[in-house]
């Protein structure tokens, strides 16, 4: 009986056992890095094996002659598997976890102590043993946990000749400690791992708001998913790993030490950025960028191009499943209230490496058609010949039917691009007409009306194909921000040929302003996840400057996609970004200015022509402060001092005034340039009224305009993009005084600055005045020459029936004489309708001059004086006495006629 007893515990031993083994190894695979690559199976199995295999021998300690061990034996062998069990399910636990580390020391020194004591003889006592046992197992369960959480000092102290097998290892236990639930989490050793790594990464931290550690916690949820969840430590984590990988490999790689074990690790880095990181535009550029500086095997390249393969695959089914999550069917209304929204959506699914390959390979397929068209010319004259070369006329045939092939293939790629060109389509026409046959006429045509319907309704993929559009491409892998590909219609939008920026810096055409910091700009783009609607909504920028050859400011919309392209220069795969941009053509003006002085510092070129060209030359406008210009701008100049920083677009809609030198002053300057008048001065804003009352309407033109301002703020730049939808000179008088005086309301309700216009508004008053006097005596004059006109032909009227009576008194005595009395009166009558008429374009002539005289003295007097009324009363008299001068010569000449 018992024996049977101790069969059964044996029995039940050994079948715990292995149950204790597969589940509690499983487990811990749970904490292991999920990788595909050779590293991933880090764990020596050996020991483990050779420990169960102990185990199962002693399990059957039914055969020890020494009875009362073999029950005590098996009741510690129960015991230990079933608190094995238990701490399989409480594995997040701290006091868990160092009881299964006790218990697995305890029984691994009991055992030996019982294989001692059987194979040598007795020994000590074995309650003495057992405390014994128990004491340094607990003493090396502290030691071994204290240990494997030492990682405080190691994190600091990563050093070069740390083994690269170690760190992989070292990273990997640190990674899986992200999933401990946080109640246990805090109260354990590695809660002072995460409290360095936190504070480490927030006090050299450079990029400020757009980083995950500057996000503030404003409700309970936040707080959860960061603080109590594993969000907020997880990014901790993985931008801790991610930096420890980089900063070893980079170290290694500079140094060029031969350390076995390199190419490994970067392989597991590699995968680490694929299923753990989940960044597309990182992934592929920490790729390719270490690939091509590491000294690798032909197998490991090829584990290279299958790493790149997998990620391709693994973000464009991610995109996908994004794409379908957000599919929504959408209304017309939907379509026009939200244009923008839906634009962005459809250009994102574009492809625009397809566009570059368009545009890379159909100058090459002209060349195809018309080497094809030479051979098949050749084939013909050999045929027409009275002696054929069999041999060449097989050679010439295949060749030529070979290039037709490959010229099919090549229009088939072509046309799904674009069906739409018009050029592509003449030479599709031409290969169907000389090198094609029915079946592949037959074939072509419906191709190309498959495609034409297809696309018909496709507007956005034809955008993409006008002159004001482009592709152009840029490097991030080691030269970020060259330019390695770019559209051949380029020129048509900043003015540069392929050939002038091929293999040169992006910063050749962006605005000096934000130069410095264009790569900073590049490396925070690529940190944003291109899946999220609200990052697509960052790549497309809807209003941006550049500068052109010309040094002009050019409006461009601009769409950025990350993308993995093949390198042709230089014969490897590369990973960059690539941008649609097209320039926007309207009638508006556009203007690049700093955010708070509005100093000028991109003019578009139409604007430059149309108005500036006349005050300055095109290298002293960014000397200019355009708020000196436009008064109200002052008050923008306020408001970006007061409110936060806006971290993009922010735009602001104002209609108000401008003021610019008139004609006559530029004259008399001779030069154009605006220091004489201190545009180029910076105004403080205590100075402000003062120096708006020195503006004076004798000396300055009034512009209406209105405008949209663009605050564009952000942690590395800051400044303007003003666009102007009118600028109309303003030449009424009356309305001249009623927009004077809505600027000033404007100025004191925005600005509280009392500008002072009762100046001009008597000069604009006096000249309305001058003005509708110079009307009332035209209109004076001209009822006095009406009158004297009818006066005349009433004199004339009379005079002229008086003579005909006479002439028919006399008509019988001068008979002989009529014929010439009749021709003498005609001339007579003639010749005084043309003194008439002559009279009254010397009267209308006579008063204009007189008017414009009196005009043009009274503001010049006004200028050298400042004497309105006695200039005024003056020019009065004069015109009055001139008035009477010329009534009385006409009188005169009334008389005489």
Known sequence: MRFQSEYMYSTLNMSLTIFYYTVFVIHDQDYQIISLDFLGKRKYYLWDIIYFIFLLVLSQTYQIE?????????????????????????????????????????????????????????????????????????????????????????????????????????????????????????????????????????????????????????????????????????????????????????????????????????????????????????????????????????????????????????????????????????????????????????????????????????????????????????????????????????????????????????????????????????FIQIFINYLGFDIRKNQFKLIQQSQYKRKKQQRINTDIFTKNSSIIYITLINKVGQIRKVQSNFQNVLGYKPEEILNKDLSIFIPQKIKQSHKIMIQNHIIEDQVTQSSQRKNYLPLIIAENKQGFGVPLSIFIKSQKMTNTIENHNDFGLIANIKSIENEYFYIMTSLKSFKIQLMSENYYKKVFWRYSLQENLKKIYLNKIIPLLHYFQIYSKNEN??????????????????????????????????????????????ALNKYKIQLFDIYQVRLKLYLIQNQQFSFNIIEIQSFKLIQNTQEQIQNLKIIQNQLQQFLNINFKIDKNIEYLESVLNTQNYSENQSIISNKIITQDNIYTQNTRSQHFQSQLS???????????????????RNYIQKQRILNAQYNKIIHNKIIHHIIHQAIFKLLKLFLEKGNMEELQNKKIQEFSNKNIQKIKIFQKVRIIL
Request: with cysteine.
């Open 66 to 426: 020494i009875k009362y061990l073999q029950s005590t034996l098996c009741q510690f062998f129960f015991i230990f598997n079933l608190s094995k069990l238990f701490t399989c399910q409480q594995y997040n636990c701290q006091q868990i976890m160092i009881l299964n580390v006790y218990l697995q020391l305890f029984l691994l020194m009991l055992n030996t102590y019982i294989c001692i004591r059987i194979y040598v003889g007795d020994g000590c006592s074995f309650i003495i043993a057992l405390l014994i046992i128990a004491t340094i197992s607990y003493r090396f369960a502290k030691l071994y946990e204290q240990y494997n959480f030492r990682i405080q000092n190691q994190s600091q102290n990563i050093e070069i000749k740390t083994q690269p097998q170690d760190l992989d290892l070292y990273l990997r236990i640190l990674l899986s400690f992200q999933d401990i639930d946080y109640l246990s989490y805090s109260n354990r050793q590695e809660g002072l791992i995460l409290e360095n790594i936190t504070l480490t990464h927030i006090i050299n931290c450079q990029k400020h708001n757009q980083c995950f550690c500057e996000q503030h916690i404003n409700n309970i949820q936040q707080f959860q998913e960061n603080i109590i969840g594993e969000k907020r430590r997880r990014a901790f984590f993985c931008q801790f790993i991610k930096q420890t990988y980089v900063d070893l490999i980079e170290k290694l790689v500079i140094n060029k030490k031969s350390i076995n074990g390199l190419n490994e690790l970067a392989f597991s880095y590699f995968y680490f950025l694929l299923q753990v990181h989940k960044h597309k535009a990182i992934t592929f550029i920490e790729i390719l960028r270490f690939s091509n500086k590491l000294n690798l095997s032909l197998r490991e390249q090829c584990l290279v191009n299958y790493i790149c393969e997998l990620a391709e695959k693994f973000y464009t089914q991610r995109e996908e499943n994004h794409t379908e999550i957000k599919k929504k069917k959408i209304d017309n209304f939907y379509n026009q209230k939200h244009k923008k929204s839906v634009y962005i959506k459809e250009i994102n699914q574009l492809d625009f490496s397809q566009v570059l390959y368009f545009d890379e390979n159909f100058q090459e397929f002209k060349d195809k058609l018309y080497n094809t068209l030479q051979q098949k010319q050749i084939f013909l004259s050999i045929i027409n010949k009275d002696f054929i070369n069999l041999y060449e006329l097989q050679k010439q045939g295949k060749d030529c039917i070979k290039n037709i092939d490959k010229l099919e293939e090549e229009i088939q790629k072509l046309i799904k691009i674009n069906p739409f060109c018009e050029e592509l389509n003449q």
């Open 806 to 824: 006479q002439n028919k008194i006399t008509q019988n005595e001068n008979n002989t004489n009529s014929n010439s009395q009749n021709l003498d």
């Open 645 to 690: 920083p806006v971290v993009g677009h922010e735009d602001i809609t104002v209609s108000t005034l401008a003021f610019l030198p008139k004609d006559i002053f530029i004259q008399e300057n001779q030069q154009r340039n605006f220091p004489k008048l201190e545009f180029c001065q910076k105004t403080q804003i205590q100075d402000l009224e003062q």
